[in-house]
């Protein structure tokens, strides 16, 4: 049996022990990593350390850190407060607040992991204090964060029309924008509807003594919500996330070392607020994620990646060929880079571009709805900062929600961006 064959076979016995067995799936994936590439893969310990994901890693520790600083002096719940006064007490407009701020975020130039590091902690603070579905604030922040991801201007955007030319492809900007702006959109109400949304309407923040009309005795008043005063360590957290922000989107610094450098700076300062806010990093979250990207990587080294991908492209026809290498974008980019999966399909996909039976515009613009709408995944960077902040809930359980919604975009996302954007020949 081929190495490859035997990495997917280890792949199928991880999930299988993590589901039955409870155990730790990303410390399952790192003895998986050491097995499979030593044993049948040749790598030595250093090639399989070369795949571990020390970027993620300082980005998850670092952001849930100065979160977890936040949190303690008070800042999250300013944040919160000044967040319902915005849209006038509305609980319903803050799930699409949050979508839109991520979305502006990468459409003006942040990286999706970045935009939603600086969101995802908010707005699941505010989903865990108004109890509104965690999966559903995490989905709109991370949905989002796609919708605007590949502007013209964006990272993801810019990247993926470099490859696009490079290639030799017909390509299209402002499609390839809109495309995943509206699909992103239109799953976003979807599990607005679905997840309760529409039943925040009726839910409305009042102000003590204020008067009360016939019409909103249906709703349902929450407490009265008090003015947060500002001190010392707020305002130097709130400096400290402004920071971050700029860090991010103006200099293109790092957002898991700008955010640790901040964190250390405030407990420096405040300790004794800031003491408990190591222990309060998700370290299991941690294990999980840096464990299967490790053993991702460890497919993409030994071959595996490239062995499904070029059995999909030597497929006679070119329609399932394409739809074959949409799926083959989403089941892999929910453990692995969307923009690096990108690099690798775009070229898979040339060799049938170029007869002309499918059209290029809709090809690409089907293939980076396919790979980047699943990163609402655990695995993902976005999924995971969404796992990492969510709070006061069973995280086991939000784990598996998040896992079985993945899941379904996985299975259903690939066949309708082929449905919408590829049989129809855009070209």
């Known amino acids: ?121 908010i707005a699941l603070g505010f989903a865990a204090r108004y109890k509104i579905s965690p999966l559903l604030m995490g989905a709109m922040v991370v949905h989002g964060a796609q919708g605007g991801g590949f502007s013209p201007i964006s990272v993801y955007g810019s990247i993926v029309n470099g490859i696009v030319d490079r290639n030799h492809i017909a390509g299209n900007p402002l499609v390839l924008f809109l495309a995943s702006l509206f699909m992103n959109l239109a799953i976003a109400a979807v599990l607005f509807v679905v997840l309760g949304g529409t039943k925040l309407r009726r839910r409305q923040l009042v102000t003590a003594g204020a008067p009360t009309s016939d019409e909103e005795t249906d709703e349902e008043p929450l407490p009265h919500e008090q003015r947060i005063p500002l001190d010392g360590p707020k305002i130097a957290t709130l400096a400290g996330l402004v920071a971050l922000v700029v860090g991010t989107l103006v200099f293109d610094l790092d957002p898991g070392l700008t955010a640790i450098t901040v964190a250390v700076l405030l407990s420096v300062v405040w300790p004794k607020t800031s003491r408990s806010a190591v222990g309060e990093i998700t370290w299991p979250t941690v294990l999980l994620i840096c464990g299967v990207l490790t053993y991702v990587a460890v497919l993409k080294e030994i071959g595996t990646i490239d062995y499904v991908g070029n059995g999909v492209s030597n497929v006679g026809i070119p329609l399932l060929a394409a739809l074959l290498l949409c799926y083959i974008g989403g089941i892999v980019s929910a453990f692995a880079s969307s923009v690096g999966l990108m690099g690798a399909l775009i070229p898979l996909a040339v060799p049938f571009l170029a007869l002309g039976t499918i059209g290029p515009v809709g090809m690409i613009a089907a293939l980076a709805v396919s790979a980047t709408m699943v990163d609402v995944s655990p695995f993902s960077t976005n999924g995971a900062l969404v796992l990492a902040n969510a709070k006061d809930v069973d995280r086991d359980k939000f784990f598996k929600q998040l896992l079985v919604y993945g899941a379904l975009v996985v299975a259903v996302v690939p066949l309708i961006a082929w449905l919408v954007f590829v049989v129809p020949g855009w070209g």
Do not use: E, H, K
Not at 67 to 72: E, K, L, V, Y
Not at 97 to 107: C, E, R
């Open 1 to 121: 049996m081929s190495a490859q064959l035997i990495s997917i076979l280890v792949l199928v016995v991880i999930f299988a022990l993590a589901t039955t067995r409870s155990i730790n799936m990303g410390a399952l994936a790192f003895a998986g990593a050491f097995l499979v590439g030593t044993l049948a893969g040749g790598l030595d310990t250093d090639g399989i350390f070369a795949g571990f994901p020390g970027d993620i890693f300082v980005v998850l520790v670092g952001v849930t850190y100065l979160f977890a600083i936040a949190r303690s002096n008070g800042t999250t719940d300013w944040l919160v407060a000044a967040a319902v006064r915005l849209v006038g007490g509305r609980i319903a407009l803050i799930p699409w607040v949050m979508f839109v701020v991520t979305g502006a975020l990468t459409a003006i130039g942040a990286v999706s992991p970045a935009a939603c590091a600086i969101v995802a902690p």
